[in-house]
């Protein structure tokens, strides 16, 4: 049996592919950037990898922060106020309850030398 495929076939398949291919990499997205930019103060310290830090607000909540453009490990140990974008990361089952925000720092300000109080 021959498929003798057109070129308007050929074009309908090609843009149905894509459109599939498009919405299973948007449902497969693992993080979501929020616009806004936040600030918060804090100890800073080593995390669980080299490039990503933990930040212990004054409120007492943790942050996972980490930059491609500020030099955050030379602070830690510091009381420091750090600016960026939150980014939520999802849990691989896609679970809320097990997600994280980690914030893409933009910017540094150093408060004291030390964390203590």
Do not use: Y
């Amino acid at each position: 049996m021959k498929i003798k495929f057109t070129k308007g076939l050929l074009i309908l398949a090609f843009a149905l592919g894509s459109t599939a291919l498009a919405a299973t990499a948007a449902s497969h997205q693992a993080k979501e950037r929020s616009s806004a930019t936040v600030t918060v103060a804090g100890c800073l310290q080593n995390g669980a990898t080299t490039d990503v830090f933990l930040l212990t607000a004054k409120d007492g909540k943790g942050w996972n922060v980490s930059s491609k453009t500020v030099d955050i490990a030379k602070h830690v140990g510091h009381t420091v106020s750090l600016t960026g974008t939150p980014v939520t990361t999802e849990s691989p089952d896609g679970s809320a309850a097990s997600a994280t925000t980690r914030l893409d720092v933009s910017d540094l300000k150093m408060v004291s030398e030390s964390c203590a109080p």
